[in-house]
């Protein structure tokens, strides 16, 4: 299945009332529902829901930190 989303239907998927926790990054949605580093829909000053494509220039790691986690879609204008 591959979804859709615009940025505001993703912000839907945080984690919270049983949907799933979605972030996007370059287009791509990553189901992040496995992931131990969101508390509470939070990881730092990171929301699940949200195009983190910008933030992460300024993360302590790089991007392949996504690939242990499943590409469900894309992000639609």
């Known amino acids: ?3 859709k989303l ?3 239907q ?3 998927y945080n984690g919270t009332g ?3 926790a979605y972030i996007a990054f370059e287009g791509k949605i990553y189901d992040m529902s496995a ?4 508390k509470d829909g939070m990881h730092f000053n990171h929301e699940l829901g949200f195009d983190l494509t910008e933030d992460m220039q300024m993360a302590p790691h790089d991007e392949d930190v996504l690939e242990k986690f499943p590409v469900v879609g894309e992000v639609v204008d």
């Open 1 to 3: 299945m591959s979804l």
């Open 6 to 8: 615009t940025k505001a």
């Open 10 to 12: 993703l912000e839907e």
């Open 18 to 20: 049983g949907k799933p």
């Open 35 to 38: 992931s131990g580093v969101f």
